[in-house]
């Protein structure tokens, strides 16, 4: 579906962000053209999987967001970010990542650089919530309290989101972890189960847990993705994996920032259009396109 400039600009799209039971993002504190200062802090599930497996994401735009680290990414921010601009929307989006960290990592190594008054900050942590015990939610649960805290005492108001990431295919079909041999899907709904007893504990609503996961699972349930990478990918169906079987591709990683773009701005994505220039540069088809645009707005609409 799409439609004009003019209407994305005017207020009635909100009502299809309320059908959908999408939450806003706060309005910004002064004029209504200052900009949404945003922070994602997470690793290459947000920044984008190595160099060789969906390069064009972790390169993409890097020039229209701010790389904490200095290390020149786009990644699913710089995605959101194009997104939002289409919409238009005022975002001043910022990064800090690291690869294979949890919120641990980024509370210990680089506090000082998140702990600023943003207004809304994302949290991704470790893909299987513990390295050292997989599926164990107890440092995200931790972690996310206490940089909240430090968050919370930059910018009272601020919107803590957490980012509820997808199932592995290597830890369910090939490698030794809790998950192998179960259903694709049953990881993503664990790590959600994670995510939700982090928001609980530190007074993040429900609605902020963004369900990147469960909208992978989603397009897998409705034919759309292949459900497993290692028996080749069927006729007519897209791989959300990296050749790695870990990260995601380009497809996939379009699919998380269409439903981080759908939770935070409350807008439903399928607003995008097919033809929208973010897959295009990410060489993701106009039909292919429109197919996630809807699976997220789905996905969103079911709130859990």
């Known amino acids: 579906m799409r439609i ?22 706060p309005a910004p504190d002064s004029t209504p053209s200052s900009a949404t200062r945003i922070l994602f802090v997470g690793n290459s599930f947000i920044f984008g ?12 735009r890097p020039a229209t967001v701010t790389d904490l680290n200095g290390t020149n990414i786009g990644g699913v921010p710089a995605l959101f970010k194009a997104m939002t601009v289409q919409a238009g929307l005022n975002y001043e989006v910022s990064l800090e990542t690291m690869g294979g960290a949890g919120l641990d990592a980024h509370y210990d190594k680089k506090l000082d650089v998140i702990a600023k008054p943003f207004d809304v900050v994302l949290l991704q942590s470790y893909s299987t919530l513990d390295a050292a015990k997989p599926g164990d939610p107890g440092l995200l649960v931790k972690y996310t309290g206490l940089l909240a805290q430090e ?8 919107d803590i989101r957490l ?33 939700d007893a982090a928001a609980a504990a530190h007074g993040i609503d429900s609605g902020s847990v963004i369900p990147v996961g469960q909208a992978w699972n989603r397009a897998i349930a409705a034919g759309v993705a292949d459900a497993n990478p290692y028996d080749g990918i069927a006729d007519g169906k897209i791989n959300l994996w990296a050749p790695d079987a870990y990260h995601g591709s380009a497809h996939g990683y379009y699919l998380e920032a269409l439903t981080i773009f759908g939770n935070v701005t409350g807008r439903d994505p399928r607003t995008l259009g097919a033809a929208e220039p973010v897959a295009r540069e990410l060489g993701i088809d106009a039909v292919t396109a429109s197919a996630l645009q809807r699976l997220a707005a789905e996905q969103l609409a079911q709130k859990q």
């Open 163 to 195: 980012v509820s990431t997808w199932s592995r295919a290597d830890l369910t079909y090939k490698n030794a972890s809790p998950w192998l041999g179960a259903p694709i899907d049953r990881m993503a709904l664990d790590l959600r189960r994670g995510y």
């Open 49 to 60: 999987s190595p160099a060789g497996a969906a390069p064009l994401v972790q390169s993409y």
């Open 151 to 158: 968050l919370r005492a930059k910018n009272p108001k601020v």
């Open 4 to 25: 004009s400039a003019t209407w994305r600009r005017t207020g009635v799209v909100l009502f299809a962000a309320l059908a959908l039971g999408c939450t806003t993002s």
